[in-house]
């Protein structure tokens, strides 16, 4: 029970100095979006979301190598095998850097073919477009070579430190954007390569404070052939999961770019920030449980892994509906407030994207809990599977002539089949109660979201939109949300827990005060 307890309280610390670090990028993060669509124009800011992501087309296999080296070093610190675990830092880093390499020689070779010969670019902008990719390549290997550090530092749960460098790195972003107002040249190339000198400090910060604070990262050549295989093994099949992925995400921008052009583009960037704002605040709660359903697995806990893969779930999904009710009912007002320029569909595409996100939120935990097993080959051929469905189904969608928000309605049904797939599988591969999520996630979100929804809406419809209704929507929302989690989301037990930590919170600030 003491370690329970010890494990719960560094879970609510972590979460809470996530979400201090949140609510500051998310600040920075959004207001730069408003001075950078500004700066660059609707045109310009679709070309650079749409470039950026044919360079996120190759983190399909990195993300596979990155979810790789989380699970491995947070797995061996949860057995606390210190030695393995600088082995196994020091081999990832190495295949960090073997696959920058190979990304940089794929960017330069398939990429500015794709770029140049398929995408649909204004001509007079091509060349800018080119700055764009080259930049992109660079910040995205700088950034690849850095995820040996930042998983040891998740894996340590050390968050005020990744909170500190993640605000720096919103600053510095923040800056960047400003500073188009002062660009000597084209601004779009200017903001690329900005990125770029932000990419290179932040990664010299995190090896910095990684080599102080972590015995395992000081980088030793290490050549053990049997670490890298079993990461390159595992990785290899989480490529096939990451590679579904990637297509859902940026293979649909490329089509919405093919089929629709590249102010689309645009309004599928803003509906990806603020979709981006309002997950963070849950992947603050997921990044704090997640080591601890590792270390639980690792350690043989496999009940108390039970308990946080379900309350993981519902309690993200909870957070999630508490932010995302307000900015359902009053997105066109929100747009409004944040950009002087609102692309089209802007507003269809962000309420899509966030019920999307709330679909996906779920499964979150699952597939910590699959990964923990390194057992995933029949995961991810099921996940694959299934998940694969949304890039052709949208390009035959668009292909018939469909909107470009079919898209979204497209992710929403196939990624409730993928939850569904993902509880099947945990019952084989961990023995998982499915009734268990029924009845301790399920039953409860789906009655929280209703219950809760019902006043905010009939409020709003009463009212015309304004900024006053705006405020209005938002008190009732977290009043109306905020109390049907509490009696009808959550049960006795985690009501007087997360009541008690508030309390606890509360008393804790006015003594600081």
Known sequence: ??????????????????????????????????????????????????????????????TALSGSISRFLTF????????????????SVNIQICLAILILLLGESAGVWFLNSIMDIPPERMY?????????????????????????IVAHERMSAFAYISILEAVLRLAACLALAFAPFDKLIFYALLMLLAAVLIRLIYGIY????????????????????????FAGW????????????????????????????????????????????????????????????????????????????????????????????????????????????????VRLSLIGAMVNILGNTGYTACMATGNIKRYVIYITSVGLFVFPLTWLAFARGMPAYSAYVIYILVYVAVNATRLYIMKGLLNFPIKMFLKEVLAPVALTTIIGGIAPVM???????????????????????GLAACFVGLTRHEREMTVGKIIYKIKTMVKWA
């Open 238 to 349: 989480s490529f096939f999961t990451g590679a579904a992925y990637i297509f859902n995400i940026q293979g649909v921008s490329i089509l919405i770019n093919l089929f629709f052009g590249v102010a689309l583009n645009a309004s599928r960037g803003i509906a990806t920030q603020v979709e981006g704002a309002v997950t963070r605040f849950v992947d603050n709660f997921t990044t704090a449980i997640n080591p601890q359903i590792t270390k639980n697995y690792a350690a043989g806990e496999i009940p108390q892994m039970f308990v946080l893969i379900c309350r993981g779930a519902k309690f993200s999904y909870l957070l999630l509906l508490m932010m995302a009710v307000p900015l359902l009912i009053e997105t066109e007002t929100v747009l409004a407030l944040w950009l002087k320029i609102v692309p089209d569909d802007a507003a269809v595409f």
């Open 76 to 91: 061996e610190l949860g057995r606390k095998d210190f030695k393995r675990l600088g082995a196994v830092f020091s081999t």
């Open 459 to 481: 409020f709003a419809n009463s009212m015309r939109p304004t900024v006053a209704r705006l405020f209005a929507t938002t008190v009732v929302s977290a009043a109306s949300v």
């Open 128 to 152: 800018a477009a080119n700055w764009v990719l080259q930049c992109s390549l660079f910040t995205f290997c700088i950034n690849l070579v850095s995820v040996p550090y930042t998983a040891c």
């Open 210 to 233: 990684c080599g102080r604070n972590f015995e395992e990262c000081k980088y030793r050549f290490v050549k053990d052939k049997s670490i890298a295989k079993e990461m390159t093994g």
């Open 1 to 62: 029970m003491p370690d329970i307890s010890a494990n719960n309280k560094r879970i609510a610390k972590n979460t809470i100095l996530l979400y201090c670090r949140t609510l500051i990028t998310m600040a920075l993060s959004l207001y730069a979006s408003r001075v950078i669509l500004l700066q660059l124009g609707v045109d310009d800011y679709g070309i650079y979301n749409v470039v950026g992501g044919v360079v996120a087309m190759f983190s399909v296999i990195s």
